[in-house]
């Protein structure tokens, strides 16, 4: 019973070839094909912060680089930190004639603020960055020193990329000189003219002219040094304190600062994430469409798999024994509120890699009645309709789901059992936004459609 939920161990094989879980398909309703990750085109549909929520769009956080600038990570950790306020005592040549707003006059104590994670209890002081008398506005970072040099990089590229598009644009409208070419130039001078027009607009689109030279891009080149600094000679004297010393991955995490030690990683800003819309390649409709709101967890569109085929799960496997004949039993699960009709097929002549025990299916047509809620509490609800079970292939039936026995014999000693199969099923698609309007009075056609699934059902007895 505990495979019942093991979604892994049953795999069917989308269109592209690759074998996933029924939780990671998505079924087209326009196209009724499955399609995997890879079968669909993702789209950025909005970007926002984990912590504050705020939504912003691609252009403003391509400009902050795809941070927040509100929230900041532990450098330690990677926890969100938090504001905390404390007390501090003013110097008595420090305290004002006029205290600032909230603050009695003659205190000799201030309110001030300071970052600190409540996971790991790391603080802005161990750093020491300083306090900030109001809790909004943006705290002090450090400046880069690599910032200058990453900005002539960046130009450099900049400008190669610019060179290459015109070079690719002259190309485009520069031809072979043939015998065509002469015609057009001599007999047509309209189409000569229409062709140097094109290139002038393109070129003028990329900010050069014609017979302007392109500027040569330059950048510093840096010479390799011979000699490198020294260690610090206090690596040989004092002891290493491994809590103090940064990691590995918290030193990738700031390259620019290259910090040795924990209290010198810079607090970072929290990276952003999105929400994504994905399409079929082949129809380009929505597969899955969330909300634009970054606090809400529901979708506009979502068509899994899991909530339009049946579903084939593993329900009891007995002892496995080589080249002995065992019956497991499979569950079957209608998921949407029409009936289904479904006929098993065992595949053998596979590869030896993917099947490798030899599988017998009823040949008979199975049928799964519509999936109601309400049924799955009531035991008498299935009592009242009949249906002619072949007890020797069915073992139990409730709701919308179907107990079947199947006879599995492994073929190798070594290894899992893996058995192969094609499930066809009926499939009625009713939904009002695919038919015409000339189909309002006809009834949705019912088509066949089937998959090829391959199930995981562990390993041998003897290795167990």
Not at 8 to 33: M, P
Not at 224 to 249: M, Y
Not at 435 to 451: I, N, S, V
Request: proline share 6%; aromatic share 6%; net charge positive.
């Amino acid at each position: 019973m505990a495979t019942v939920l093991e979604y892994g161990r049953v795999q069917i094989l989308c269109k592209c070839g690759l074998r996933s879980a029924i939780t990671q398909l998505y079924f087209c309703k326009h196209c009724l094909e499955l399609r995997c990750g890879r079968c669909v085109s993702h789209e950025v549909d909005s970007h926002y912060c984990p912590n504050c929520l705020e939504n912003m769009p691609s252009s403003e956080a391509k400009a902050k680089k795809n941070r927040c600038s509100n929230c900041l990570d532990c450098p330690s950790c990677k926890h969100t930190l938090s504001t905390r306020a404390t007390s501090v005592a003013i110097p008595p040549d420090q305290i004002p004639d006029t205290p600032p707003k909230g603050q009695t006059k003659g205190a000799n104590t201030k309110k001030v603020y300071y970052l600190a994670c409540g996971f790991c209890r790391w603080t802005s002081r161990d750093l020491g960055m300083p306090d900030k008398e109001v809790a909004s506005g943006a705290w002090s970072e450090p400046e880069n020193p690599h910032a200058k040099r990453v900005g002539e990089v960046l130009d450099y590229y900049r400008q190669l990329a610019g060179r290459e598009k015109a070079e690719r644009e002259r190309k485009k409208y520069t031809r072979r000189r043939t015998y065509f070419n002469m015609q057009e130039k001599f007999l047509t001078p309209t189409g000569s003219r229409r062709r140097s027009a094109a290139l002038l607009s393109t070129l003028s689109t990329l900010g050069l002219k014609e017979g302007e030279p392109g500027v040569e891009a330059t950048i510093n080149v840096i010479e390799p040094l011979a000699e490198v600094d020294p260690l610090d000679p206090k690596i040989f004297t004092q002891p290493l304190v491994l809590e103090k010393a940064a990691t590995v991955a918290q030193r990738l995490q700031q390259p620019e600062q290259a910090g040795q030690k924990v209290n010198d990683l810079q607090p970072r800003h929290k990276h952003l994430l999105i929400k994504r819309s994905q399409r079929c390649r082949d129809c380009e409709h929505n597969l899955s469409k969330p909300e634009f709101n970054p606090s809400s967890i529901k979708f506009k569109i979502q068509l899994v798999a899991m909530h339009h085929i049946p579903d084939v799960r593993i329900f009891l496997v007995p002892k496995l024994h080589y080249q002995k004949e065992s019956i497991v039993t499979l569950m079957l699960v209608n998921p949407v509120e029409k009936p289904t009709y479904i006929r098993m097929e065992a595949l053998e002549d596979e590869d030896e890699k993917t099947t490798t025990a030899k599988l017998t299916v009823p040949g008979d047509e199975l049928s799964l009645s519509a999936r109601d809620i309400a049924a799955e509490f009531d035991d008498t609800a299935m009592e009242t309709q009949e249906y002619n079970d072949n007890p020797e292939f069915i073992q139990f039936r409730k709701g919308h789901k179907l107990g079947v026995l199947v006879k599995v014999t492994p073929m190798t000693s070594i290894g899992d059992v893996i058995v192969h199969m094609k499930l066809h099923y009926s499939y009625k698609n009713v939904t009002p936004s695919l038919r015409t309007p000339a189909d309002d009075g006809k009834e949705a056609e019912t088509k066949w459609l089937d998959q090829n699934i391959v199930i995981n059902l562990g390993g041998l007895a003897e290795t167990q």
